[in-house]
Protein backbone atom coordinates (compact mmCIF):
# COMPACT_ATOMS: atom_id res chain seq x y z
CA UNK A 1 0.00 0.00 0.00
CA UNK A 2 2.64 2.44 0.81
CA UNK A 3 4.08 1.84 -2.56
CA UNK A 4 1.44 2.50 -4.02
CA UNK A 5 0.90 5.51 -2.62
CA UNK A 6 4.51 6.97 -3.73
CA UNK A 7 3.87 5.49 -6.70
CA UNK A 8 1.02 8.07 -7.70
CA UNK A 9 2.30 10.73 -5.18
CA UNK A 10 5.70 10.21 -8.01
CA UNK A 11 3.37 10.76 -10.87
CA UNK A 12 1.66 13.96 -9.88
CA UNK A 13 5.00 15.65 -9.01
CA UNK A 14 6.33 15.00 -12.36
CA UNK A 15 2.81 16.18 -13.87
CA UNK A 16 3.20 19.28 -11.49
CA UNK A 17 6.64 19.68 -12.07
CA UNK A 18 6.78 19.93 -16.16
CA UNK A 19 5.05 22.80 -17.46
CA UNK A 20 3.17 22.60 -20.74
CA UNK A 21 4.90 24.94 -23.02
CA UNK A 22 3.31 26.72 -25.32
CA UNK A 23 3.43 26.70 -28.90
CA UNK A 24 6.24 29.26 -30.10
CA UNK A 25 5.27 32.65 -31.69
CA UNK A 26 6.92 34.34 -34.83
CA UNK A 27 5.82 37.95 -35.65
CA UNK A 28 7.89 40.06 -37.75
CA UNK A 29 8.40 43.83 -38.02
CA UNK A 30 9.75 46.57 -40.39
CA UNK A 31 10.32 50.53 -40.54
CA UNK A 32 11.94 52.70 -42.72
CA UNK A 33 12.30 56.13 -40.78
CA UNK A 34 13.84 59.95 -40.86
CA UNK A 35 12.05 60.90 -37.79
CA UNK A 36 8.47 60.44 -36.54
CA UNK A 37 6.84 62.59 -39.02
CA UNK A 38 8.49 60.80 -42.04
CA UNK A 39 8.45 57.03 -42.14
CA UNK A 40 6.66 54.22 -43.21
CA UNK A 41 6.73 50.28 -41.77
CA UNK A 42 5.01 47.46 -40.47
CA UNK A 43 4.83 44.13 -38.69
CA UNK A 44 2.65 41.89 -37.23
CA UNK A 45 2.48 44.10 -33.35
CA UNK A 46 -0.21 45.31 -31.63
CA UNK A 47 -3.41 47.12 -32.69
CA UNK A 48 -1.92 47.54 -36.22
CA UNK A 49 -2.85 50.57 -37.35
CA UNK A 50 -3.14 52.47 -34.27
CA UNK A 51 0.25 53.84 -33.77
CA UNK A 52 2.34 56.56 -36.22
CA UNK A 53 1.03 56.69 -39.50
CA UNK A 54 -1.58 54.15 -38.83
CA UNK A 55 1.42 51.04 -38.51
CA UNK A 56 2.09 49.38 -35.02
CA UNK A 57 4.92 51.59 -33.90
CA UNK A 58 4.96 53.75 -31.52
CA UNK A 59 7.71 56.66 -30.92
CA UNK A 60 8.35 57.75 -27.57
CA UNK A 61 9.06 61.72 -28.32
CA UNK A 62 10.81 62.25 -24.88
CA UNK A 63 13.43 59.42 -25.47
CA UNK A 64 12.99 59.60 -29.22
CA UNK A 65 12.03 55.37 -29.32
CA UNK A 66 10.61 53.69 -31.89
CA UNK A 67 8.88 50.58 -30.07
CA UNK A 68 6.59 47.72 -31.48
CA UNK A 69 4.81 45.43 -28.82
CA UNK A 70 4.60 41.52 -29.61
CA UNK A 71 1.69 39.58 -27.34
CA UNK A 72 3.29 36.79 -25.91
CA UNK A 73 1.51 34.59 -23.04
CA UNK A 74 -0.22 35.10 -19.95
CA UNK A 75 2.86 36.20 -17.34
CA UNK A 76 3.93 33.54 -15.44
CA UNK A 77 6.62 33.43 -12.62
CA UNK A 78 7.29 29.81 -13.01
CA UNK A 79 8.55 29.80 -16.89
CA UNK A 80 11.05 31.46 -18.92
CA UNK A 81 11.27 33.09 -22.07
CA UNK A 82 13.24 32.35 -25.11
CA UNK A 83 13.22 34.77 -28.02
CA UNK A 84 15.36 34.14 -31.18
CA UNK A 85 15.66 37.41 -33.54
CA UNK A 86 16.89 37.68 -37.27
CA UNK A 87 17.45 41.24 -38.01
CA UNK A 88 18.81 43.22 -40.74
CA UNK A 89 19.28 47.04 -40.45
CA UNK A 90 20.93 49.98 -42.11
CA UNK A 91 20.97 53.34 -41.00
CA UNK A 92 23.70 56.52 -41.21
CA UNK A 93 24.44 56.61 -37.10
CA UNK A 94 25.29 53.81 -34.66
CA UNK A 95 22.23 52.05 -33.84
CA UNK A 96 21.42 49.95 -30.97
CA UNK A 97 18.85 47.74 -31.09
CA UNK A 98 17.08 46.42 -27.91
CA UNK A 99 14.34 44.08 -27.12
CA UNK A 100 11.66 44.96 -24.01
CA UNK A 101 9.32 43.39 -22.03
CA UNK A 102 6.77 43.90 -19.40
CA UNK A 103 7.59 42.71 -15.70
CA UNK A 104 5.31 41.27 -13.79
CA UNK A 105 4.62 44.60 -11.93
CA UNK A 106 2.71 45.69 -15.29
CA UNK A 107 -1.56 44.66 -14.91
CA UNK A 108 -1.90 42.31 -16.77
CA UNK A 109 -4.45 42.75 -19.89
CA UNK A 110 -4.70 40.37 -22.87
CA UNK A 111 -3.88 40.32 -26.55
CA UNK A 112 -6.09 42.64 -27.26
CA UNK A 113 -3.75 45.19 -24.79
CA UNK A 114 -2.20 47.24 -24.15
CA UNK A 115 1.12 46.81 -23.81
CA UNK A 116 3.21 49.41 -21.63
CA UNK A 117 2.89 51.74 -24.41
CA UNK A 118 4.42 55.34 -24.17
CA UNK A 119 4.47 58.01 -23.02
CA UNK A 120 5.34 56.61 -19.64
CA UNK A 121 5.89 58.18 -16.56
CA UNK A 122 9.73 57.78 -16.00
CA UNK A 123 9.39 55.81 -12.30
CA UNK A 124 6.76 53.62 -14.77
CA UNK A 125 8.93 52.68 -17.22
CA UNK A 126 11.54 51.77 -15.02
CA UNK A 127 8.95 49.54 -13.00
CA UNK A 128 6.87 47.98 -15.94
CA UNK A 129 9.81 47.40 -18.74
CA UNK A 130 13.36 45.79 -18.39
CA UNK A 131 15.25 45.93 -21.65
CA UNK A 132 18.46 44.47 -22.97
CA UNK A 133 20.62 46.02 -25.81
CA UNK A 134 21.19 43.06 -28.83
CA UNK A 135 23.73 44.58 -30.64
CA UNK A 136 24.64 48.11 -32.66
CA UNK A 137 24.28 48.80 -36.10
CA UNK A 138 27.69 50.30 -37.25
CA UNK A 139 26.13 53.18 -39.21
CA UNK A 140 28.15 52.75 -42.61
CA UNK A 141 25.18 52.48 -44.49
CA UNK A 142 25.53 49.17 -45.42
CA UNK A 143 23.12 46.03 -44.31
CA UNK A 144 23.81 44.56 -41.02
CA UNK A 145 22.91 41.57 -39.59
CA UNK A 146 22.19 40.79 -35.66
CA UNK A 147 20.56 37.33 -35.04
CA UNK A 148 20.77 35.04 -31.58
CA UNK A 149 18.65 33.85 -28.69
CA UNK A 150 17.94 35.44 -26.00
CA UNK A 151 16.59 33.99 -22.58
CA UNK A 152 14.72 36.49 -19.45
CA UNK A 153 14.64 33.93 -16.88
CA UNK A 154 13.03 34.33 -13.56
CA UNK A 155 9.52 34.68 -15.75
CA UNK A 156 7.59 34.86 -18.26
CA UNK A 157 6.55 38.30 -19.66
CA UNK A 158 3.41 39.02 -21.46
CA UNK A 159 4.38 41.36 -24.08
CA UNK A 160 7.76 41.90 -25.50
CA UNK A 161 9.12 44.12 -27.74
CA UNK A 162 11.58 45.56 -30.60
CA UNK A 163 12.91 49.46 -30.30
CA UNK A 164 14.91 51.42 -32.33
CA UNK A 165 16.34 54.72 -31.12
CA UNK A 166 15.70 57.81 -34.04
CA UNK A 167 17.03 61.52 -33.24
CA UNK A 168 13.67 63.61 -33.79
CA UNK A 169 14.38 65.46 -37.06
CA UNK A 170 11.10 65.75 -38.10
CA UNK A 171 10.67 65.92 -42.44
CA UNK A 172 14.01 66.67 -42.94
CA UNK A 173 14.83 63.03 -44.88
CA UNK A 174 18.48 64.37 -45.34
CA UNK A 175 19.45 63.91 -41.35
CA UNK A 176 19.61 60.50 -40.06
CA UNK A 177 17.55 57.30 -41.46
CA UNK A 178 16.68 53.64 -40.49
CA UNK A 179 16.02 50.67 -42.81
CA UNK A 180 15.36 47.83 -40.82
CA UNK A 181 13.42 44.53 -41.18
CA UNK A 182 13.42 40.97 -39.41
CA UNK A 183 11.62 38.52 -37.09
CA UNK A 184 11.42 37.90 -33.36
CA UNK A 185 10.53 34.17 -32.50
CA UNK A 186 9.15 33.76 -28.38
CA UNK A 187 8.57 30.40 -26.63
CA UNK A 188 7.96 30.09 -23.16
CA UNK A 189 10.28 27.41 -21.69
CA UNK A 190 10.42 25.70 -18.22
CA UNK A 191 12.74 27.08 -15.70
CA UNK A 192 15.57 24.43 -14.76
CA UNK A 193 13.97 24.31 -11.56
CA UNK A 194 11.42 22.81 -12.99
CA UNK A 195 12.95 20.69 -15.86
CA UNK A 196 14.91 18.84 -12.66
CA UNK A 197 12.05 18.27 -10.08
CA UNK A 198 10.04 16.87 -13.15
CA UNK A 199 12.95 14.74 -13.97
CA UNK A 200 13.22 13.64 -10.53
CA UNK A 201 9.34 12.77 -10.61
CA UNK A 202 9.80 11.38 -13.83
CA UNK A 203 12.72 9.26 -12.66
CA UNK A 204 10.87 7.80 -9.22
CA UNK A 205 8.03 6.64 -11.43
CA UNK A 206 10.49 4.60 -13.48
CA UNK A 207 12.51 3.69 -10.83
CA UNK A 208 8.98 2.12 -8.85
CA UNK A 209 7.57 0.11 -12.00
CA UNK A 210 10.66 -1.76 -11.96
CA UNK A 211 10.33 -2.26 -8.10
CA UNK A 212 6.92 -3.43 -9.19
CA UNK A 213 8.17 -6.13 -11.67
CA UNK A 214 10.48 -7.76 -9.14
Not at 73 to 102: A, F, G, H, M, Q
Not at 142 to 158: A, L, M, R, V
Request: aromatic share 14%; charged share 15%; proline share 11%.
Amino acid sequence: MKRSLIFYAAIVLAFMATPVLAVPTEDFFNIKSGGPDHHEGGGSGFNDGTGVNQTPWYYNYNTEWWSQWFYDDPPDPTRWKEITYDIKCRSNYELPIVISWSTLAFPETDPDGPPPLPPLHPSLEDLFIQEVILGYVPGQGSFHKISGTYIIPDYNPEWVSINVWMPNTGTDTSGPYVDLSGTITHECIPAPGAILLGGIGIGLVNWLRRRRTI
